[in-house]
């Protein structure tokens, strides 16, 4: 596992050992992709071929339907989403109301227009839809197409599916910072569930990700750059 990726999971962990009330179950899934395809100016910011993507979504199992009168189509907030690419040193995350991070469920879409199918996507960007905010300049998403079965209904799965029951599982990841109109897209090879440790537990992983991390320095690029993110270098 990378420092960045590490670090990541360190403030996952806090966020929730922290701010979840003890009762609280919440799901956590990680995923891990691998860049296929992105122009030039991805490739200046040190992007390659084949340079992996981590990510996780936290959400909870309760969150309802926000569109609960469509039977075909089911969305859901997330409570934090998190994107880390190490080739770019790049962590980013989403929460609150000035954020959107979101998981939709597609349940035999598409009938009398061909073939229905199944459909499942993650979303993140920093800017919400629900507010008039600017455009994001963070954007990230993961969609995923299948023929009918692979949900049984519009509700929001507490496992995801294999990666190999899809027809396809790709990415699409947007810094504007970097080139305004233009993305790097590849695969999703991984999207596991985590289980579940106790708050103490994710305090306890929290903090030994914070300490195993602070001996690294950290370095803030100006924002006419790389806006806000943060670098993290040996």
């Known amino acids: 596992m990378t420092l960045l990726f590490a670090r990541a999971i ?9 701010s979840l009330p003890s009762h609280a179950a919440p799901i956590f899934w990680a995923f891990e992709g691998r860049f296929t395809t992105f ?69 035999d879409a598409g009938q009398g227009q061909g073939s229905p199918f199944d459909f499942f996507e993650i979303l993140f960007r920093n800017t919400s839809f629900d507010t008039e905010l600017p455009n994001p300049t963070r954007l990230f998403f993961l969609a995923g ?19 190999s029951a899809f027809d396809f599982l790709n990415f699409q990841y947007t ?13 999703i090879t991984r999207i596991v569930r985590i289980p579940e440790p106790s708050t103490l537990a994710l305090l306890g992983l929290g903090l030994v990700g914070l300490v195993m991390t602070r001996r690294r320095s950290v370095l803030v690029v100006p924002p006419s750059r790389h806006g806000n993110l943060l670098l993290f270098c040996r």
């Open 10 to 18: 360190a403030v996952v962990a806090l966020t929730l050992g922290l």
């Open 39 to 107: 122009g030039t100016e991805y490739a200046n910011a040190g992007l390659s071929i084949g340079d992996r993507l981590f990510g996780g979504v936290i959400f909870s199992p309760s969150t309802p339907d926000l569109h609960p009168a469509d039977n075909e189509r089911g969305t859901y907030e997330a409570i934090f989403g998190l994107v880390a690419v190490p080739a770019l040193h790049a962590l980013w995350t989403f929460a609150g109301p000035n954020n959107t991070q979101r998981i939709t469920v597609l349940n």
């Open 145 to 163: 197409r299948a023929g009918t079965g692979l949900f049984a209904d519009d509700s929001l799965p507490t496992v995801p599916p294999a990666v």
């Open 175 to 187: 810094d504007t910072t970097i080139v305004e109109g233009a993305s790097a897209t590849g695969i």
